[in-house]
């Protein structure tokens, strides 16, 4: 696997980028995004590694997953103003790393950069 099919082990987990955790559970981390796409652009992921949506078979580690999720949007109120969770799988997974896109606000123009 190239070092970037694994955004997620080989640059975050092991501490290559820095980041800013938004929360932090024994199992999980949410952070938001070096590169956002949206007003509030937060990533949600195992901190073990799990490849695919479809290979999440601990119902405690997907229970902990959106108990994060649930406290972020309460947290910072989107049930108020909007809000998307987004993973992306088969062809549209860039990032060989379960991850979920915790989105916000407006989406940022990408036609023009
Ligand atoms: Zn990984």
């Given amino acids: 696997m190239n070092i970037n099919e694994d955004f997620y082990c080989n640059f975050v987990l ?3 980028i820095k980041i800013e955790k938004v929360r932090e ?9 070096t590169k956002p796409n949206w007003t509030l652009h937060i990533v949600i992921i195992p901190k073990q590694h799990i490849t695919r949506l479809t290979d999440l078979e601990n119902t405690n580690l997907i229970k902990e997953i959106f108990e994060v999720v649930i406290d972020i949007i309460k947290e910072k109120n989107l ?8 993973t992306n ?3 549209f997974q860039e990032s060989q790393h379960l991850h979920f896109h915790l989105v916000s606000g407006e989406p940022k123009q990408f036609f023009n950069e």
């Fill in 14 to 16: 092991n501490n290559k």
């Fill in 25 to 33: 559970t024994n199992n999980v981390l949410a952070f938001y995004h």
């Fill in 79 to 86: 049930s108020e103003s909007n809000y998307k969770i987004i």
């Fill in 89 to 91: 799988g088969g062809s």
